[in-house]
């Protein structure tokens, strides 16, 4: 999926909350993959997405994760989220979307500073019980990279189309809030009415 693509409609099925329409009829939907449950580099990623989600939701942007974890395994370490989590243990979304999976998810060496942080902050709010460690075999693999799309819904003049996407180089290589409300804010917005 490239800028441009569109999304047929569906509803995804949260590990916890109502189901999600995508593409959403009123809000843009930022799409992201992440890796596992429990991974200490998504866990850095999501928490400055948790800190900035009013400002999030005001840009008329509903945010919805997707994991290659089993549900049962993701509901274990994201019940404190105030936004929408899927799991695709499968990998049906990660295919459709042409989300990969690499070594140099871990290897490029932009990725090392904002691993070794993840590592210790995550160790950290372990041990004061906030965060839980990730379970030791992943049936998904370690070595996925994130991917963001923007999504149009049809409320907002769109036809469930990708206004905006980023695959990942590293594991660390996403859209960061900034750059969000960035694209949030050049995304196109239905005529007003004469």
């Known amino acids: 999926m490239e800028p441009g693509s ?11 909350g109502p189901a999600v329409a995508v593409p959403d009829s009123s809000r843009l939907i930022h799409l992201q993959f992440r890796r596992f449950a429990g991974c200490p580099v998504c866990n850095l990623h999501l928490r400055s997405i948790v800190r900035r ?4 939701e005001a840009a008329g942007i509903r945010e919805v994760a997707v994991f290659h974890s089993p549900a049962e395994e993701l509901r274990k370490h994201t019940d404190d ?3 929408a989590v899927i799991a695709d243990p499968r990998k049906r979304l990660y295919r459709e979307f042409g989300v990969e999976q690499a070594r140099r998810a871990l290897l490029s060496p932009r990725a090392w500073g904002p691993i070794v942080w993840a590592l210790v902050t995550g160790v950290w709010a372990v041990l004061r019980g906030r965060e839980k460690l990730p379970a030791p075999s992943q049936p998904g693999g370690r070595l996925g990279l994130p991917a963001d799309f923007l999504i149009l819904g049809a409320g907002i003049g769109g036809d469930g189309r990708v206004v905006a996407a980023k695959h990942g180089e590293h594991a660390y290589d996403q ?18 009415a004469p």
């Open 53 to 56: 989600h009013q400002e999030i």
């Open 6 to 16: 569109v999304i047929s409609a569906r509803t995804l099925t949260p590990v916890t």
């Open 81 to 83: 989220l105030p936004f």
């Open 175 to 192: 859209w960061s809030v900034d750059e969000l409300l960035e694209l949030a804010a050049r995304a196109p917005r239905p005529d007003p």
